[in-house]
Structure formats: C-alpha cells, structure tokens
C-alpha cells in the first residue's frame, strides 16, 4: 500500500513540476515586446509615415523656419522670440534642434527595418515590392530633409546600432546621389509591385495606392534634382521629365489627415494652442496684398494685422492676442509631406529657366494653394480666376506664390528655396528682419546645428559642430556656389 501511495505521490509531483515550468516559461516570455522579425514590415508603415509629417516635416525644423523665412513671426518671449531676435545662443545650440534629430534618425531606423524584413526575405515578408518602394521613397525623404538642413550628416554608416555608434559624416553631395539612387529602386519596385496591395489600412497616405507612390517618388526625385540647381546647372531637363512624370501619374499629394479613421490634430495646430508662438508675418502680407489675394483675410485670422519681422516689442507678446493663420485653429487640417502644389511650381521652374511655356503649370501649382486654403473655410472664391488674374508666369511671380503657398505648412522647402536662389544671385523674395545681421556680422542661418546626442555622443559630429557658430559661414554643398 505505501509503496502504491510513494508511486502517485512521485507521479504527481513529476505533473506539477512539468506544469509549474510550463507556466515559468509563460510568464518568463515577453509578449509585449516582441522579436523585430516577429513584427510584419506592414505594420510599421503607419508610424513612419506619420513620424515623417509629425516629427520631420512639420515639426521644429519647420516651427524655427517659419520665423527664419519671416512666414510667419516668432513671439511669445520664449524660445521662438529669441528666433525671431536671432539671438545666436538659440540658433547655435546643439539641444535646439536635437528632438528632431533623434526622432528622424529614430523613424529612419524603423524604416531600415521594413526594408530588411523585406529584401532578406524574413518569413511572412517576402515579396512585397511595393512595401519596399513606400519605405524607400520615406527614406528618401528623412535623409533629404536632415542633410537638407544640416549638411555633412552620418548617412551609409548610420543606423548600424551597436555595430557602429560613431559614424562617419558623408559630404551632402554623396548623401543627394544616394538619394536619387534610393528613389530609382523604389520606382522599380513600384513597377515589380504594382499588383500588390500589401500595405492595406496602414498606408495612412494612399490607402495602398501603388501608382501614387510611384508618383511621390518622381516628384521628390525632381525636388532633389532641383536643389541641385546653383552647382549642377544642367539639372534641368531631367527635373522637367521627373516632375512632368508624377503630373501624368495624377499626383494628389503626400498627405496625411486621418489615422485608422481618426482625425489627428494638425502638428502646427497643437503647437499654436499650447504655446501661442506665432504670428502673422508683414512680408507675407505684402506679398498677398498687392494682386488681392483672396487668402489674405485667412492668413490674418481676419483682423487685417501682421507685424514686423524682428519687432521686439511685438516678440514679447505671450498672451495668444496676435493674429495668427486661421487654418492652424482648425486642428483637423491635412499635413503636407508633399504637396501637389510643389510639384506644380517645380515643373513650373523648370519650364520658364528652359525657356519653355509654363503657364500652365504655374496656374495650377497657384490654384491648388489657393483652393486648398479657401476650402477649410468653406469659400467659394473661384481660385482659378485668382490664379489667370496674375498673368503670364515669371520667376518672381512663380517664387512669391511658392513662398506664399509653403507659408502653409511647408516652410523647410521656402528655406531650401531662399538660400538657393541666395546661391545662384537671384532675390524674388526680399526678407527685411533687420536682425539678420547684427554689427556687421551674418546672423541668417545657411545652415541649421547638429543634434545634442550627436554632438556629445559622435567625435565626427562634434568635430564638425565646434562652437556651433560654422552655421553662419558654411554653406550646404548645394548652395555653395
């Protein structure tokens, strides 16, 4: 009997032992953080793209810009009134603009993940084509904008992690071929891809639209080729075919509104209600006032103000009684990560400098702008006759209507603009802060500093940094003429 009793005791304790680590190696599993490759690349498209609008394109790049191109005013006796002042402690430090930095490496590393889950054939990622062209024109776009802003960046030794925490700094010009060279693969893959749909729901931009896509990729491979223009002035007739290229695609504009069916706050908008930064700036009202454009009363919140560019007193001001562009209170407004109406001037550029008929592109690029605004507020304004009202195209009317329409939410592409037509002797847009320079000395930005975690982490970036003031004398490969 005993012995019966040892054999179920020992049998029942070889049960529990076996259920007791069957349940250790439960609760021992991580099931909130996953492996990378458990993750399919499809689900990661969501937050690159919105990480690109959110964090890159309308984020501090553009909140500093926007007073640096006098688009609109920095006030609020904070950081943006010392940017407006041009107070060099704000434009030279390393913490400025290190958010963005981080963020833009950091979408640009998840964006390295889908194409590697892809091209290496991870299991339940193979295949997809037009996946990979989506997260290379993203690509594309995060590193054109970081080396766009800050030059020299650490770009084919980048994103290694642990394999490599100092990389090198490639020069701009390395950087741009390597970008055309990215949008090339993804056209192709556009092409290898064009039946798949394997984005779905997450493609929070096209819905899947392989075509758009491929649109996007020729109309940032003619923005890129176009930045070009002061060093390689023979650009132009390839910019002309990508452009004219995305225009037979039927290009929409890279666009994001919605989330999953949720309207999100626009960027711009969260940051006019929590900090009351910006005002509306006189040298965009001049320029809207003359042909009676019919967004004026909108980009004065119709009160028919707005102040001087560099104006103390009014810098100061941090109550929120300043008059603001109406379209950034309405919060549920689209976020451009590429707009139609950029495709449009460029093209439009591209024909008047080859000394071609660009009145069509011109009208269009000026009535996308126009309609879009005068379409938030429900006015029936006909854009199409604003835009014939202006006559026939020239290059300062085609670069005061970009600069007008890049005052909505565009402003790291006006910058782009501004110093390249710095670097090619061409002034279409006069800006009049008087603080640009102070005693003699340059203080507008040609470029913008490296991040703080680069600075104090990367020996190659601080060597570059030194002081931060290089920002007032080194020009980017592109305007350097």
Known sequence: MRKHILIILSVTFLVLSACTEDMLDKINKDKQHPSPDAVPAYLQLSEAIMSTGFGTVSGDYAFYLSSLNEQEIGVGNNQLMQAELRNSSEWTASTTFNNVWNSTYGNLLNIREIIRKITTEVPGNVGQYDLLGMAQVLEALNFGILTDMHGDIPYSEALKGQGNLQPALDAQKDVYAGIISTLDEAIANFERG????????????????????????????????????????????????????????????FTVQEFNGVTCDNPWSAFIWSRNYTASSLTVANIMEAPDDPRLSYYTYETGESYDPGNEEISQVADGSLAFPAWYDLGSQPLHLFSKSELYFILAEAQLRLSKDATDAFRTAVETSVSEILGLFDDNTSASEYAESLGAPTLKKLFEQKYVAQSYDEQVEAYNDLRRLKAMGEAYVVLTNPRNTQSGINRYPERLPYGNSGVIGNPNVKAAYGDGTYIYSQKTWVNDK
């Open 194 to 253: 064009k039946d798949l749909i394997s984005a779905g729901k997450q493609d929070i931009a096209f819905g899947g639209d392989v075509n758009q896509w491929k649109a996007t990729a020729y109309a940032l491979k003619a923005r890129y080729l176009l930045h070009k223009l002061a060093v390689e002035p023979n650009v132009l007739s390839q910019v002309e075919t990508n452009a004219a290229e995305a225009v037979k695609l039927g290009f929409k504009g």
